[in-house]
Nanobody, 122 residues
């Protein structure tokens, strides 16, 4: 059983940076792939980034590639999302997720956090 809690969201101006953190409970968290998803106002949830549990291979949505970086610290049961060059379009509730494999669909993840709000102003 894995429980996830996100933090680090907030208000930032366009072009700024923010780092989101996700802490997990569970002895086997390191074995799970971890992903970040987001849901903007009036829009469906979309994939942002993921990192595999086995080798730390990363994947990014085209919209954030080159700006966002996902990383992990298995010793601390943490996963991070460093967000640079933020745009107003990045405004959303960001969710941390964990699952058996690194995939880009939310249905592929078994555990979800409650989300943290990121607001990017113009």
């Amino acid at each position: 059983q894995v429980q996830l809690v996100e933090s680090g969201g907030g208000l930032v101006q366009a072009g700024g940076s923010l780092r989101l953190s996700c802490v997990a409970s569970g002895r086997t968290f390191a074995r799970y792939a971890k992903g970040w998803f987001r849901r903007a106002p009036g829009k469906e949830r979309e994939f942002v980034a993921a990192i595999s549990g086995s080798y730390g291979i990363t994947s990014y949505a085209d919209s954030v590639k080159g700006r966002f970086t996902i990383s992990r610290d298995n010793a601390k049961n943490m996963v991070y999302l460093q967000m640079n060059s933020l745009k107003p379009e990045d405004t959303a509730v960001y969710y941390c997720a964990a699952g058996p494999a690194m995939v880009v669909t939310g249905s592929g993840y078994d555990y979800w956090g409650q989300g943290t709000q990121v607001t990017v102003s113009s």
